[in-house]
């Protein structure tokens, strides 16, 4: 069965102090691995999306790294309106497009 | 920018009524999905449509939902009679036709609340 698992559920961190956001996935047969962004009652942003292990994103303070059995969401230097809920989510040549989420990490960045 | 669009953003129902969600995504996405996220859980596909055609409704509990796609550009998702299990926020989302990217683009979502 597809699985995704994120660590941490919840971070905190002082405003310019980098970290990084962990999702571990099971899939049989990744067809890709996606990122994205969820403020308060509303719908997920789009951040990115990885197809192979070794593949590298970036956007802003942001950079997205996928290896065979996890992904990591950096942040450099994080700012208070970097707080939100960041969703991980894959599919699967054996399932199709429909995408597979974990729970999520909630980021409070303070200043 | 085109975005999804759904409405309404918010409904309050009470049990046993009968509630109807409306999505109408970007212009030119062929396949379209609808998926539900319990608060603090991540979003989970109810259906995914393919132009008009039902492309996964596994996870659409049959005996009380419904969803449409007759002309293969807006959607309908119904829920009768609603339970309280069933608040939550219901989220649309579209993707290309054709597309090497599988990128899913979602709308605001609809918040209900079954009392």
């Known amino acids: 069965e597809d699985q995704v698992t994120q660590s941490p559920e919840a971070l905190r961190l002082q405003e310019g102090e980098s970290s990084s956001l962990n999702c571990s996935y099971t899939v049989s047969g990744l067809r890709g691995l996606f990122w994205y962004r969820q403020d308060p009652g509303k719908g997920p942003e789009f951040l990115f999306t990885l197809y192979s292990a070794g593949e590298e994103k970036e956007k802003e303070r942001l950079k997205a790294t996928l290896t065979k059995k996890e992904s990591f969401l950096h942040i450099t230097a994080p700012k208070p309106e970097d707080s939100a809920t960041y969703l991980c989510a894959v599919n699967s040549y054996q399932a199709g497009t429909a995408l597979i989420f974990g729970k999520g990490t909630t980021l409070s960045v303070s200043s | 920018e085109a975005e999804v669009a759904q409405s309404p953003r918010y409904k309050i129902t009470e049990k046993s009524q009968a509630v109807a969600f409306w999505c109408d995504p970007i212009s030119g996405h062929a396949t379209l999905y609808w998926y539900r996220q319990i608060l603090g859980q991540g979003p989970e596909l109810l259906v995914q449509?393919?132009?008009?055609?039902?492309?996964?409704d596994s996870q659409l509990p049959k005996d009380r939902f419904s969803a449409e796609r007759l002309k293969g550009v807006d959607s309908t998702l119904k829920i009768q009679p609603a339970e309280l299990g069933d608040s939550a926020m219901y989220l649309c989302a579209s993707r290309e036709r054709g597309s090497l990217t599988d990128t899913q683009y979602f709308g605001p979502g609809t918040r209900l609340t079954v009392l």
């Open positions: 449509f393919q132009d008009e055609s039902v492309v996964d």
